[in-house]
């Protein structure tokens, strides 16, 4: 049998090259939009949440309740103390819900509302991310806590950074909270004694208790020790550290079903809560505690 021609052979290979490159798969492999693919795909999937959430509220049962499981972010403040008075109140009024919980500080629990981990959150901090709406629902102050034998009930610009200060960790809403109004007021950090970093309001309350420092804690923290004479507030000549609690959720229409439940309580009767009692029990589905 005789061989092919070598021309033969080169322009054979040339005419397949030119086939394979205007083939049906190479084309496809050369010309695939999976981001506007995945943008859009990703756009019905949360109209679809969407819808299916509505339905779970408007048939939650036969008296029109709502009823599920809410997935809430809550930043440790709130959550330690409170949240339990929180949630007591809305299950009286919503006992079919049940909720996933996930606590950690401020930036923690933004960064799960936007990897969509969570429906709705409440933090203390400010929270400035695009993407995030942001809406106070409660008041708060943060005061200065010493220990109940300390030698004064107000501070001055001197006598407060000659002291050893007692902060929350770096991403905490309460730590941010505190450097701006002391930096409002004039204080810089690096010009106190000493600055001690801890993860907890607990770990701050303990730690003043030991006479290790001074720190600033919510005043929802500490109704208990100042009862009890384990603590004592001191004012600081020109400086007031005010804030909100405020609940995050997703940018774009308003949460709808359990979140949007949720979010209408917290909004209009949060600020009632402060007169319910505490002995309450939460139903609640617990979930990971990252703080």
Do not use: C
Not at 187 to 210: N, R, Y
Not at 232 to 250: D, P, Q, T, W
């Amino acid at each position: 049998m005789p061989l092919p021609h070598p021309a033969r052979h080169h322009a054979s290979d040339q005419s397949a090259r030119r086939r394979s490159r205007h083939s049906p798969l190479r084309s496809r492999r050369q010309s695939r939009p999976l981001a506007p693919q995945a943008s859009l795909l990703l756009g019905y999937a949360k109209k679809i949440a969407t819808l299916v959430s509505q339905a779970e509220q408007e048939l939650g049962g036969e008296d029109g309740k709502v009823s599920g499981e809410l997935s809430l972010g809550v930043s440790t403040t709130i959550a330690q103390y409170v949240l339990p008075r929180l949630l007591g109140a809305f299950l009286d009024e919503h006992p079919r819900v049940q909720f996933s919980l996930h606590s950690g500080n401020t930036s923690e629990i933004v960064q799960l509302l936007l990897d969509d981990k969570l429906s709705v959150g409440l933090i203390e901090g400010p929270a400035r991310d695009r993407g995030i709406r942001t809406e106070p629902f409660m008041q708060d102050e943060l005061v200065l806590i010493t220990p109940p034998a300390f030698e004064s009930d107000r501070l001055s610009h001197d006598q407060l950074v000659a002291s050893s200060l007692l902060m929350r960790e770096h991403g905490s809403g309460s730590r941010r909270v505190a450097e701006i109004a002391l930096e409002k007021a004039g204080f810089k950090l690096k010009s106190f004694k000493k600055v001690m970093d801890l993860d907890s309001t607990e770990a701050i309350k303990s730690a003043v208790e030991a006479g290790l420092g001074i720190g600033f804690v919510s005043r929802w923290a500490i109704s208990k020790e100042l009862e009890l004479g384990a603590l004592k507030v001191v004012e600081v000549a020109g400086l007031r550290v005010a804030r909100h609690f405020s609940l995050i959720s997703r940018t774009g229409p308003e949460p709808q079903g359990l979140a949007g439940a949720f979010r209408t309580f917290a909004l209009g009767r949060a600020r009632l809560i402060a007169n319910i009692p505490r002995n309450r029990s939460v139903r609640a589905v617990p979930a990971d505690n990252p703080g």
